[in-house]
């Protein structure tokens, strides 16, 4: 039930059966202790006076990956996660990897979106390791603001790691991705 | 005391005392309002229909920190949280190792309720370097299946094949779940 603004107690006035179900039963059934199922959630603002639970998600791989496609589509996509997303999203992913046969090329780990919403990040907001010599490895941190207002779409949304190379062959391994959902 | 779901009232029927006192005072003393002690915080659940106060934690080493062990060691920075299932940490060095194209690796471990030995799994890598050619990266991890209590994240450190790995301006910060 809906949350109604909370009215202003009369003196004199009787209280109905229907008005203590208006506002107390249903605006408590708006609190978060009744919007609470499950352990680690937290809790946002799903709209005026609407709060809804929410919960940090990740996956991860661990398996290495050799890779010599050098656009995002001709590639794996993984790891995954899947959950309802409001308004906005934070995604945290991360890799370690280089590339294994050339010197000074990159190697990048971008993310998709799919779902409710067709997002592609591309290099514009990729992780991206360059500049090493063959055979040595980076592991850092990329992120991005999904911003509901001009990129998301609330609902199922599916958000994905991909990978591509400049040149030769990459290593990719130790990945995580991690999403927070708003 | 714990939330009840709140009743349906019905006509005619005398509302007691001792559910005005469960209904109303309980069940409020189960918000975040009630709850809320600490500017800052946030609140989670900890189970079905019970929330709890967080306050995010963190903690910034300037100094340096060096070793020549390919095993993860270190003691600083350091954030403790309590934990009812997951945390989510945030970290960053300044890491150089003085043997060109050698690694270093930052991760961070946990101690208390739970116990999670730091791992080349979530750990931050400079590599490909020149020698002691400092980058600052970060991390994230979420750490899942934590037991509910008191937890210790601390980052540790390690160096690849070779040389002596340095890490300095070091960062931890922790949402507690």
């Known amino acids: ?182 | 005391m714990a939330w009840t779901t709140p009743m349906t009232f019905v006509a005619g029927n005398q509302l007691t005392a001792a559910q005005l006192n469960q209904q109303l005072r309980d069940n409020l003393l189960e918000t975040a309002t009630a709850k809320a002690a600490d500017a800052g915080s946030y609140f989670v659940a900890t189970a079905a229909n019970a929330i709890a106060q967080r306050t995010p934690g963190g903690q910034t080493t300037l100094g340096s920190t060096s070793t020549s062990s390919t095993s993860y060691s270190g003691t600083a920075p350091t954030v403790t949280r309590t934990c009812q299932t997951m945390a989510l940490v945030l970290f960053s060095a300044q890491a150089s190792n003085d043997n060109a194209n050698y690694g270093s690796y930052a991760s961070v471990a946990v101690s208390g309720a739970t116990t999670v030995a730091a791992n080349d799994d979530w750990c931050l890598t400079v590599d490909g370097q020149p020698a002691s050619q400092p980058m600052r990266v970060a991390m994230a991890h979420l750490f899942t299946g934590l037991n509910a209590g008191s937890h210790t994240f601390t980052m540790q450190y390690k160096r690849g094949g070779a040389g002596t790995a340095t890490f300095t301006r070091r960062s931890l910060a922790v949402l507690s779940f």
Not at chain 1, 2 to 27: I, K, Y
Not at chain 1, 145 to 171: C, I, K, Q, W
């Open chain 1, 1 to 182: 039930m809906p949350w109604t603004a909370p009215l202003t107690f009369v003196s004199g006035a009787a209280l109905t059966a229907a008005q203590m179900n208006t506002h107390l039963r249903n605006n408590f059934q708006e609190l978060a202790p009744a919007h609470a199922t499950l352990a680690g959630q937290f809790f946002v603002a799903d709209g005026a006076n609407k709060l809804r639970s929410r919960m940090i998600k990740n996956a991860v791989t661990t398996d290495e990956a050799f890779l010599k496609n050098t656009e995002y589509s001709s590639g794996p996509v993984g790891p995954e996660v899947t959950m309802y997303t409001g308004k906005h999203v934070i995604a945290l992913w991360a890799f370690a990897g280089g590339n294994d046969t050339v010197d000074d090329s990159a190697v990048y780990g971008s993310l998709i979106v799919s779902g409710e919403s067709d997002i592609e990040l591309g290099d514009a907001h990729s992780a991206i390791y360059d500049g090493q010599p063959q055979d040595n490895n980076m592991r850092n941190l990329q992120m991005h603001f999904f911003h509901g207002d001009t990129e998301l779409t609330p609902g199922e949304n599916t958000f994905s790691m991909v990978y591509r190379v400049r040149e030769g062959a990459g290593r990719f391994f130790d990945r995580e991705l991690i999403v927070i959902p708003f």
